[in-house]
Structure formats: C-alpha cells, structure tokens
C-alpha cells in the first residue's frame, strides 16, 4: 500500500507535467486547429534557454521564467514565419504534419548544435527533500508540479473568461472570419497563442529536466503523453488536458510496476489510451463533438 | 495552330522519358563496378529506404493517409527475416517475401482502425506507434536481443568440433561470375539483387496505381464521399493500401536485415520513420521515380556530405533537412518531381505559344 501511495504520487507530478504541455497543446489546437508534433521539440529548446540562465548563475526561478519568455519568443516567430503561410490544417493535414515534422527535426538539430551532444543537469526546482504523506516519503518536487499546474489552471482560466484577449481568443478559435468581421486582430491573437503554448511548453521542461538530463531528446516521449492526455480529455479542453495529463500519469507509473506486460514499456499504457479513445470516443471526455458538413 | 505540329512533337518527346529511364538503369548497373567495396555496401543501403519510401508514398501521396510510423513496419520485416533466418535457416529471398507478407497483414491490421482515424489523428497515432516500437523491441529482447541486437547466424560445428553461432550474411552462390576478389563480389552481388528486388517493386507499384484499383486510390484521396458515390469500395481500398504499403515497407526492412546481417532496436526508432517521410518529400509526391530521388537525396546527404563536416557541426544535416522539409512544403509541395513537373509545363506552354504564332504567320 504504501509502495502504490509512492507511486501514485510520482505518477501524478509526472501527470502534471503532461497536463502541462497538454495544455500547450490545446491551445494550439482551439486557435490554429492543428496538432503541433513539434510542441515537444519547441518545449526542450525553451528548457535549453532556462538551463543556459541557471548555469550563468541566475536562480532557477528567473531563469524558468525567462526561458518561459524565450519560448513564447519562439511560438510568436514560429507561428509568423512557418505555420501561418501553411494554411488550413485541416483542408491539407499532409502539408501541416510535414511542417511540424520539419519543425521537430530542424528545432531538435538546432539544439544539438548550440548546446553540444552532452546531457545537462537541471536542478529541482522544489528541492530534493520530501515529506511524509500514509506513511510515505513523498518528494516536494511531484508536489510542487501539481501546485504549479494548479497555479496554472487558475492563470488559464482567468486569462480565457476575464480577459479581453481571452475572449478574442475564443472568438477566433470559434470563427476566424466573423472574428476579423468585428475587429479581431486575429493574427495577433494566433501568435499570442502560440507564444503562450511554448511559454508553457517552457515550465513542463523544467520540471521534466531533472528527472532525466536536459538533451535534444527531452520531451519526445513526454510529448506523447501530453498527446494521450489530451485525447483522453478531448482536444479542445482545458480541464480534459489537465484530468487526462494526470490520469495518464499515474497510468504510466503505476500500470509498467505491477504489470509485468508493460515492464519495460511504460508508453504502451499510454499508446493504447490514445488508440481506443480516438476509435471509441474521438471527442474524449470533455471535448466537443465535431459535426462536419460534406 | 496546326492540328499535326503538337502530336509530332509530343511522338518526338515521348522518347525522353524512356532514354532517361535507360539511362538511370546504365548508371545503376555501372556503378558497383566502378565503385569501391566500401562506396557498394553504402548505396547498396539506400535501396531499402527507396522501396520503404515507395511504400509510404503509396499511402500518403496516392492515397492521402499520413503514416509517420513506417519505421516501425521496416523494423517488423527486418526482425522477420532475421528471426525466420536464426531459427528455420529458410533461403534469403524468401524471408524477403516472407517479411512482406507478415508486414502486409500487419498493415491491414493498422489499416482497420485507420478507416475511423483519419488526417492529423491518424499521424498521431502513427507517431506514437513510432515511439513505442523500441519500447516493444526492448520489452520482447529475449526474442529480440533488444538494444544490444540481433545477429542473424547459422549454429554449427567450428573445425574444434564446438557448436557455435556463426554469423552469415547474404552471399552469392558462385564467386567466378562476378569479381574475383571475395568481398567485392559479395557486395556486388547484394547490390545487384537488391536492385532487382526494388525494380519489381517499383514496377508493380506502378503498374498498381495506372489500374482500376489504383484509380480507386487515387479518388479516395482527393474526395472520399465523391468516390464512395462513384462505386468505390473505399474501405477495402484503404485497408488494401495500408496492407502493401507496409508490405513495401516489411521488404525493405527484410533487405536491410541482408546486408546488415544484424538488426537492433535502435535502428528502427522515430528518426527512422521521419527520415522516410523526409526522402517521400523531398523526392516529391505523388510519384514513382520520386521515392527513389529521395532515398538517394538523403543517402546522399547523410553517407557521402555529412562525414565531410566538422565533429561539432554534425548536426547541422538534420537541420538542413528539417527546414528544408519545411520550405518545400510552403515554396515546393510537389518535393523534386513536382518541380520537374512544372519546369516540363512550362517550357511545353513556351512551345505551345511558339508554335501558334508560327502556325498564325501568313
């Protein structure tokens, strides 16, 4: 028992941390309709930015957060230079899918290239200490990237219900051309939107950092789980992104430990979530039906 | 405009693409014998990943499904043949086609729930399929070897009279046909062979999307309601181009396995599946020549220019490659072939123009 209390609480700091690129996700997903492959790569360059700031001496905190403002940087470039030219992803999802192809090849060689082939560390940001929950030595880490992923939720929902840029942004996530039609500078709010996407891309790389080593190779797996919570929760979903990254989390923790089928393959649990829900349930839990029009 | 001027001239230019095509064969079949042992064996593994990208170009540029996991169906064949060589000792070839058929059912396995899954989702998945088949390599390495590998070996009596594993690879039968010195005449020989294998494949995939079927293939992709309509059994459809698209991919899979004579899980990870879909690009789909531009474009890229560069700047050829994929798709969509095609319509809109206003003289 207290062996699976342990577990579950790894499972939901690591969920937290899907939550938390899942969100990115999301947002990319309501604002340009696509699925960003490269969300993971864009995410692990920011991380290489915090990680410069912390090793040039700053505390982590600034430097997260300078690495959060490097990476909306690199949305707002990455939306204007690549993926608005592209078009309606879902009129050519081939051309889109090769972009971001491209976007993940090309960010991933980039940083090989500034950063050297060398694995980094990255510090935790809560500590190695832990404290005592059932009987079980719980690490302040896991803890504090719930709280964060809290303090992030409550952000989002703020900025998307009692903001006017929110509400620009839902507006255009529901119709770009009546959003233009009333004075919505929608390639503003796209941009914004990305920018906030890899801003936050920035904060799940951080806290994945520690656990293995900051390299090129950071968040490929992580951005499969984030992909997982966000079909589970419905890609369209703030809260789906959030229960589903958590979910997913302590699927993938806890299932590979008791589950010898899954020992060494503690994305299979993950894979198969994604398989039925899109076969099942394309919507997922909290996400909106889609009615297409022939 | 005279109604004999265009057709002679089109009779004049249908010969070009058959003496191009001649050509490409001539250069094909010289190359091993200029070539080194070493330079053979290099382009010798370009041929998998040009009948892999054949497969894959089938299904996304004829078809429209987007697969970002063909490295895993290559890594399925090259783990066919491997195991079907340790344990049964059947002949080379026909673990080739042995690996086709297993990947062919393994494609139409994919290709059921893909019939629900569609665009972007379908991508995801693949991508996750491609990011799991380590996983799975490593989970299964009492079969598989896992990390540390396969070798594909023959168990039998050293001179000592010991049981051991003895590696083979893929020979020829006699060596008198070929160049006298051994290891260049296996080279050659593997090289020879692999292309025939891939002029096959090449020549029934075209041959497939010139027929009915392929016709089929080609309306789902541009509109899948229109062609439902218009009496295509979609669903067989796609689930027959998923089948031999992966049955393209378990052949090339199969092939590397040969001349590797060794397949481990790191081979086949995500990189693999992307580099396929950056030689399907680049090559220029939908096309046939255009798989095989791309497999040498990235051999090209990655054997005979990448070795050239400086330790630390190694990875600048991912780099070219990722944003290269990216100008193509925004400047090029068609990759090589597209731009050729454009080139040859252009310069046929000149000779049009010409020839109207020569036709219109008094």
Redesign the interface.
């Known amino acids: 028992m207290e062996e699976f209390i342990s577990y579950l609480f790894i499972g939901l700091g690591n969920g937290a941390v899907y939550a938390m690129l899942g969100l990115g996700l999301v947002v990319i997903y309501r604002s340009t309709g696509?699925?960003n492959?490269a969300q993971g790569e864009m995410a692990m360059f920011a991380t290489f930015i915090v990680w410069t700031l912390a090793d040039s001496g700053l505390p982590l905190w600034l430097a997260m957060f300078g690495g959060m403002f490097g990476g909306f940087v690199i949305g707002v470039v990455v939306h204007q230079v690549?993926v608005r030219?592209?078009g309606d992803?879902?009129q050519k999802?081939?051309?889109?899918?090769?972009?971001t192809?491209?976007?993940?090849?090309?960010?991933?060689?980039?940083a090989?290239?500034i950063w050297?082939?060398d694995d980094k560390t990255l510090l935790n940001l809560f500590g190695r200490s832990g404290i005592d929950i059932f009987g079980t030595e719980v690490a302040w880490q896991k803890l504090g990237a719930l709280a964060v992923l809290a303090i992030e939720a409550v952000i989002f929902w703020m900025l998307f219900q009692r903001t006017k840029i929110g509400l620009a942004m839902r507006a255009v996530a529901s119709n770009p051309e009546s959003s233009a039609l009333c004075g919505i500078p929608v390639t503003r709010v796209l941009m914004f939107g990305w920018g906030l996407a890899t801003a936050i891309g920035a904060v799940a790389g951080t806290f994945t950092a520690p656990i293995t080593a900051v390299s090129s190779n950071l968040m490929?797996?992580t951005l499969?789980y984030a992909?997982?919570a966000i079909?589970l929760g419905g890609f369209d979903s703030f809260v789906g992104a959030i229960v589903g990254g958590l979910l997913v989390g302590v699927l993938s923790d806890v299932l590979p430990r008791y589950v010898d089928?899954?020992?060494?393959?503690?994305?299979?649990p993950?894979?198969i979530l994604?398989?039925v829900v899109?076969?099942v349930r394309?919507e997922g839990i909290f996400g909106q039906r889609k009615v297409s029009r022939? | 405009m005279t109604s004999s001027s265009p057709a002679k001239s089109l009779g004049a230019r249908r010969w070009v693409p058959l003496i191009a095509l001649a050509a490409v064969a001539v250069v094909c079949l010289a190359l091993p014998q200029v070539l080194s042992s070493y330079w053979t064996d290099t382009i010798t593994t370009w041929i998998p990943l040009a009948v892999a990208a054949l497969g894959l170009n089938l299904l996304?540029g004829y078809n429209?499904q987007?697969s970002?996991g063909h490295g895993a169906l290559f890594g399925v064949g090259a783990y066919t043949t491997a195991l079907i060589l340790n344990e049964w000792h059947w002949p080379f070839l026909v673990t080739v086609v042995a690996s086709a058929v297993v990947c062919f059912v393994a494609g139409v396995v994919i290709g059921l729930?893909a019939l629900?899954?569609k665009?972007?989702?379908l991508?995801?998945?693949t991508?996750?399929?491609a990011?799991?088949f380590p996983?799975?390599l490593?989970?299964f390495?009492d079969t598989t070897g896992g990390s540390a590998g396969l070798g594909i070996t023959n168990r039998e009596l050293n001179r000592r009279g010991v049981m051991t594993d003895r590696s083979i690879r893929f020979e020829p039968p006699d060596l008198a046909l070929l160049s006298a010195d051994d290891a260049k005449a296996s080279s050659q020989w593997r090289y020879y062979i692999f292309l025939l294998v891939a002029a096959i494949c090449f020549l029934l995939v075209r041959n497939l999307v010139n027929s009915r079927a392929g016709r089929s293939i080609i309306a789902i992709r541009d509109n899948e309601?229109a062609a439902e309509v218009s009496g295509v059994n979609v669903a067989a459809a796609k689930v027959f181009t998923f089948g031999i698209s992966a049955a393209l991919a378990g052949i090339g899979g199969s092939l590397s396995a040969l001349e590797l004579a060794r397949v481990s899980s790191g081979t086949f990870t995500?990189v693999l599946s992307?580099n396929l879909?950056?030689a399907v690009?680049v090559g220029g789909t939908p096309s046939i020549a255009g798989p095989a531009i791309g497999a040498v474009f990235l051999g090209f890229f990655t054997n005979v220019i990448t070795p050239e560069f400086p330790e630390?700047?190694k990875?600048?050829?991912?780099?070219i490659?990722?944003?290269?994929?990216?100008v193509?798709?925004?400047a090029a969509?068609g990759g090589i072939v597209g731009m050729y095609r454009q080139l040859q319509a252009r310069l046929a809109a000149r000779r049009a123009i010409s020839q109207t206003a020569i036709s219109q003289v008094p």
């Open positions: 696509l699925l492959f690549v030219p592209v992803p879902h999802p081939l051309a889109v899918v090769i972009v192809i491209g976007m993940f090849l090309g960010f991933n060689a980039l090989k290239l050297g082939a490929q797996l499969i992909f997982a079909t089928f899954f020992e060494k393959m503690p994305l299979a993950a894979f994604i398989l899109l076969l394309p022939v | 996304t429209g987007i970002v729930p629900r899954i665009g972007l989702y991508a995801l998945v991508l996750a399929v990011t799991l996983q799975i490593e989970q390495s309601t995500l992307l879909l950056v690009v630390d700047v990875p600048l050829t991912p780099l490659l990722g944003v290269l994929l990216v193509l798709m925004l969509p």
